[in-house]
């Protein structure tokens, strides 16, 4: 089985530009969770969604930031205008729903916004 | 609301010792999970072991294993017969039981396994 997938592994953008983030969940999985990671804040939940749709984004730092599940196989969280404290490893996860409820992360995608 | 404290921010252990890292948390739920990950230099985070809250048995995987400490609210991880693999950030999460699969996470330890 493939894992969760995500694109680009790695970004580098200009202040100001939009930077999209794209996520595919493990088939089957009916959770899906975006996380950032930084060195001050260690890993943040943003937002997650159950069968596509948003749960909880109490996480998303801005309006600058959103996210969509357009499919059960398919998210993007999309971060316009982009500024240099939004630099970080940004985490994609799915779980099953269900006892077995561990997360499956994917490999990341580390954004520098310069 | 529920938090994970992680109190030791580096550690190391010669290959082939036994290591324990440890984690508490505060909650008043009595029905929770707790998970250990492991984050090597790849940054992929993975899976190394979960425990539910209800079950006293101490969870075990190969050369994982933790002692869940229930009313101590306490989740240490000892890894036996460390290897060069294991060097990594270790992440300890709750997340509680029924409704909303949002992960509470401390806030890592860095392990180094010298040869």
């Known amino acids: 089985d493939a894992g969760v997938i995500q694109s680009p592994r790695h970004e580098v953008t200009e202040m100001g530009q939009e930077v999209t983030l794209r996520c595919k969940p493990i088939?089957?999985?009916?959770?899906l969770f975006w996380y950032r990671q930084t060195m001050m804040r260690g890993l943040e939940l943003l937002i997650y969604?159950?069968?596509?749709?948003?749960?909880?984004d109490s996480g998303m730092p801005e309006d600058r930031f959103s996210a969509k599940m357009p499919n059960a196989s398919f998210s993007t969280l999309k971060i316009q205008p982009s500024e240099p404290r939004d630099s970080a490893v940004y985490f994609c996860?799915?779980?099953?729903?269900?006892?077995?409820?561990?997360?499956?992360f994917g490999p990341g995608t580390r954004l520098t916004v310069t | 609301a529920q938090t994970v404290t992680q109190s030791q921010p580096e550690m190391s252990v010669q290959e082939a010792e036994t290591v324990t890292l440890s984690c508490t948390y505060d909650t008043s739920e009595n029905n929770y999970y707790l998970f250990w990950y492991k984050q090597p230099p790849s940054r992929q985070m993975i899976l190394v072991i979960r425990?539910?809250?209800?079950?006293?048995q101490n969870a075990t995987e190969n050369r994982f294993s933790v002692n869940f400490q229930k009313a101590a609210k306490s989740f240490s991880l000892k890894i036996s017969d460390s290897q060069l693999g294991d060097t990594a950030m270790y992440f300890c999460?709750?997340?509680?039981?029924?409704?909303?699969?949002?992960?509470?996470f401390g806030t890592g330890t860095r392990l180094k396994v010298l040869a």
């Open positions: 996860a799915s779980s099953p729903t269900g006892t077995r409820s561990e997360q499956y």
């Open positions: 425990q539910e809250a209800y079950k006293q």
């Open positions: 088939s089957g999985h009916d959770y």
């Open positions: 999460a709750f997340m509680k039981h029924g409704g909303t699969y949002k992960y509470i």
């Open positions: 969604f159950n069968n596509n749709v948003p749960i909880d």
